[in-house]
T-cell receptor
């Protein structure tokens, strides 16, 4: 069963606009959430995270929002840049567990 | 520090052969993880070490798979009697004990079993 779901396999956004990537989870034990970015032929790179005690975390152009009641989180990128074109993975962990459960990824393309 | 290093980058092997991959983590990171990623999927957890102790193994890790981290430094992942279904990208990552900053992943080893 897919405990972390990214239902949009791809997203295309114009440069300068907002990119919104969505993620849903089913395991109510998850209490820490992360976003990773992956370029071809490279490993995923950590982008931003959020604890379940917060509903928003911001880092420069990147903001993650968490809605615990809906078991939903989203990553906002404003403004989007061509270098943001990559595959974005949502991931979650539970309690003291160290392992991450990843979604299937969303491919973001930022066009000129 | 040059990050997490994985070798080889690519490996093509015949079905039934054994393969071994190596991961060199960031030196001050206590934790080391192995993940597997297949096409169209996110990384799937295989196992992790804290220092030299292997603390958790996924059910995905059949008895043909074994991982070691002698002396808490580099790690090896061995797959015995490879099968075509083992074809995937094998990712290694390391992190400090605190989970606040996520993992640092290596570039992975792409295994193709023919």
């Amino acid at each position: 069963d897919q405990q972390v779901k990214q239902n949009s396999p791809s997203l295309s956004v114009q440069e300068g606009r907002i990119s919104i990537l969505n993620c849903d989870y089913t395991n109510s034990m998850f209490d820490y959430f992360l976003w990773y970015k992956k370029y071809p032929a490279e490993g995923p790179t950590f982008l931003i995270s959020i604890s379940s005690i917060k509903d928003k975390n911001e880092d420069g152009r990147f903001t993650v929002f968490l809605n615990k009641s809906a078991k939903h989180l989203s990553l906002h990128i404003v403004p989007s840049q061509p270098g943001d074109s990559a595959v974005y993975f949502c991931a979650a962990s539970a309690g003291t567990a160290s392992k991450l459960t990843f979604g299937t990824g969303t491919r973001l393309q930022v066009t000129l | 520090d040059t990050g997490v290093s994985q070798n080889p980058r690519h490996k093509i092997t015949k079905r039934g052969q054994n393969v071994t991959f190596r991961c060199d983590p960031i030196s001050e990171h206590n934790r080391l993880y192995w993940y597997r990623q297949t096409l169209g999927q996110g990384p799937e957890f295989l196992t992790y070490f804290q220092n030299e102790a292997q603390l958790e193994k996924s059910r995905l890790l059949s008895d043909r798979f074994s991982a070691e981290r002698p002396k808490g430094s580099f790690s090896t992942l061995e797959i015995q009697r490879t099968e075509q279904g083992d074809s995937a990208m094998y990712l290694c990552a390391s992190s400090p004990v605190s989970r606040l900053y996520g993992y640092t992943f290596g570039s992975g080893t792409r295994l193709t079993v023919v």
